[in-house]
C-alpha cells in the first residue's frame, strides 16, 4: 500500500511509501509514479507504483519486470486533485 497514514506530532499525515524500500518519500523531486503500458481504451485502470527515483525503481525493474510509463510524483498531487475536482486553492492545516 503505497499511500499511508503516518503520525507526527498528533497529526495524520497522508505519507507515500515506496514499494521497493518501504521508506517514505519525502521529497517530491526524489521520487516518482511509474505503471504499465496499457490499451487506453475508455475506462482501462493501471495499478500505481511509487518508487524512489534511481536504485529503487531499477531494483523493483529486475524483480518485477519494466514499468513503461512514469511521471514527476511532483506533478501527481496536481493530477489527483484536478480528478477528484477539488476547488483550485491552497491547503492550509
Known amino acids: 500500500m503505497p499511500i499511508m497514514i503516518q503520525f507526527h506530532d498528533d497529526l495524520s499525515c497522508p505519507t507515500v511509501i515506496c514499494d521497493w524500500c518501504q521508506q517514505p518519500i519525502t521529497d517530491a523531486r526524489l521520487g516518482g509514479y511509474f505503471f504499465p503500458q496499457t490499451d487506453r481504451d475508455e475506462g482501462t485502470t493501471a495499478p500505481l507504483t511509487f518508487l524512489h527515483k534511481g536504485s529503487c525503481n531499477r531494483r523493483y525493474e529486475r524483480t518485477h519486470g519494466r514499468l ?8 501527481f498531487p496536481m493530477f489527483l486533485s484536478r480528478n477528484l475536482n477539488l476547488p483550485d486553492k491552497k491547503t492550509t492545516v
Open 68 to 75: 513503461d510509463l512514469w511521471g514527476e510524483l511532483r506533478d
